[in-house]
Nanobody, 127 residues
Framework: QAQLVESGGGSVQAGGSLRLSCAAS????????MGWFRQAPGKEREGVAAIRTGGSDTYYADSVKGRFTISQDNAKNTVYLQMNNLKPEDTAMYYCAADLDDCYSGSWFKPADFGYWGQGTQVTVSS
């Protein structure tokens, strides 16, 4: 059974850090592209970062470049999102997603391209 399980969310003050983890099992650990998305209340789900599991290519939304880092541990079938210098506008539910297809610079941020999703983990940043 394909499954993605996120962990690591929580509440922090602005300027703080959190590290999200996404453990993949089943078909999802064969994914070629792993992504992190977020959705704030009343807003659309947006791509935050993605990583090509077969290589080292990474992709970031402009809003998080220089603050967030996506990485992977293939031995553990786990993808991480290190979030530093968090801002109140980073507050959202964060979702891990897997795509059996490759990451592409023109589409990695599109939720519709990802077929597998985790249940989400809440990140709340207070000012």
């Amino acid at each position: 059974q394909a499954q993605l399980v996120e962990s690591g969310g929580g509440s922090v003050q602005a300027g703080g850090s959190l590290r999200l983890s996404c453990a993949a099992s089943g078909y999802t650990y064969s994914a070629n592209c792993m992504g992190w998305f977020r959705q704030a209340p009343g807003k659309e789900r947006e791509g935050v970062a993605a990583i090509r599991t077969g290589g080292s290519d990474t992709y970031y939304a402009d809003s998080v470049k220089g603050r967030f880092t996506i990485s992977q541990d293939n031995a553990k079938n786990t993808v991480y999102l290190q979030m530093n210098n968090l801002k109140p506008e980073d507050t959202a539910m964060y979702y891990c997603a897997a795509d059996l297809d490759d990451c592409y610079s023109g589409s990695w941020f599109k939720p519709a391209d990802f077929g597998y999703w985790g249940q989400g983990t809440q990140v709340t940043v207070s000012s």
